[in-house]
C-alpha cells in the first residue's frame, strides 16, 4: 500500500524518529502504525547491541526538585557526542528521566518503571533508534530536605543541589541557588572541614612537610608550617569556608548566616 506524508508525520509524531526512518518503517510495516513503532524499537535494540561497545562521554546533567522543594535529584544522561548532549530532543527527554527519577530512589528503581507504556529499556532503545548513538543512565543522586534547591551550570554539563534546614521562601531558594552557583563554579570536597576524610588530611600535610624542606626551612617548625598549610587548604576546599564568589570578602559561612539571621 502506498505511504503518505500523513503517516509518515504520524510515526515521526509518536516516536520523533527522522522522516527516511519512518517511510522505511512503514515500508516494512506496509502501512500499519504500530507495527512500523515495533519495527522502529527493534532497530533501537539492534543499534544498542552494535553500540555496546561504545563509550557514552557526552550527555546532559538535570537536576529538579519536587513542587514541595523537599526533594531533589540529579540524573545524567549520557550520549556519545556533543552533538547530540546539545540537541534539543535528547535534553527533553533528559529532563522526562529526571522527572520520573523524582518518584522513585534507585537507579535500579528508575530502570523498572515505565515511561508512556513502554519499559525504560524500550523506551532508551527508541530514544537510540531516533539518535542514532548509545544512551545511558549514568548517575543518579537523591537529595531530601526541608529545602532542596536546585541549579544547572555550563549547558547541562554539571548539576548541583543543595539542601537548606529552613522552609522554602523566596531568601532561602535565592541563597540557595547561590550556594548551588558557589559549589559549580569552586567544587568544593566537603560542606566542612569535618567532612574531609583523614587520608586527605594527612596526604595534604605529607606535601606541605616535604614543600617546607625542600624550600630550606628549619626543621623545627616544618610541622606548624605544615598544619598551616592544611588550615589553609581547608578553608579553600570546603565549602563554607571559601570567599563566596558573590562577595569575595565574606565566606559562604557568613552570607548564609547573615540571610538566616534576617528569616529567624
Avoid: W
Avoid at 89 to 102: G, K, R, T, Y
Wanted: negative net charge; contains cysteine.
Amino acid at each position: 500500500m502506498g505511504i503518505t506524508v500523513a503517516d509518515i508525520n504520524e510515526l515521526r509524531k509518536q516516536t520523533g524518529a527522522g522522516m527516511m526512518d519512518c517511510k522505511k518503517a512503514l515500508t516494512e510495516a506496509e502501512g500499519n502504525i504500530e507495527d512500523a513503532i515495533a519495527y522502529l524499537r527493534k532497530k533501537g535494540q539492534k543499534v544498542s547491541e552494535l553500540r555496546a561497545g561504545r563509550e557514552t562521554t557526552e550527555g546532559a546533567v538535570i537536576a529538579k526538585v519536587n513542587a514541595e522543594h523537599n526533594r531533589g535529584v540529579i540524573i545524567s544522561l549520557g550520549c556519545e557526542t556533543d552533538f547530540v548532549a546539545k540537541n534539543e530532543s535528547f535534553v527533553e527527554f533528559a529532563h522526562q528521566i529526571a522527572d520520573l527519577a523524582l518518584t522513585v530512589n534507585s537507579l535500579e528503581e528508575l530502570k523498572a518503571t515505565t515511561i508512556e507504556g513502554l519499559s525504560f529499556e524500550e523506551k532508551i532503545a527508541e530514544q537510540v533508534a531516533r539518535i542514532g548513538e548509545k544512551l545511558d543512565v549514568k548517575n543518579f543522586e537523591v537529595l531530601e530536605a526541608e529545602t532542596v534547591v536546585p541549579y544547572i551550570h555550563a549547558g547541562n554539563k554539571i548539576g548541583v543541589l543543595v539542601a537548606m534546614n529552613k522552609t522554602a521562601n523566596d531568601n532561602i531558594n535565592a541563597i540557595g541557588r547561590d550556594v548551588a552557583m558557589q559549589v559549580a563554579a569552586m567544587n568544593p570536597i566537603a560542606v566542612n572541614a569535618e567532612g574531609v576524610s583523614a587520608d586527605v588530611v594527612a596526604k595534604e600535610k605529607e606535601i606541605a612537610v616535604e614543600k617546607a624542606k625542600a624550600e630550606g626551612k628549619p626543621e623545627n617548625i616544618v610541622d606548624k608550617i605544615a598544619e598551616g598549610a592544611v588550615k589553609k587548604y581547608l578553608k579553600e576546599n570546603t565549602l563554607v569556608g571559601q570567599a563566596f564568589v558573590k562577595h569575595g570578602k565574606k565566606t559562604v559561612s557568613q552570607v548564609v548566616a547573615e540571610v538566616v539571621g534576617v528569616l529567624c
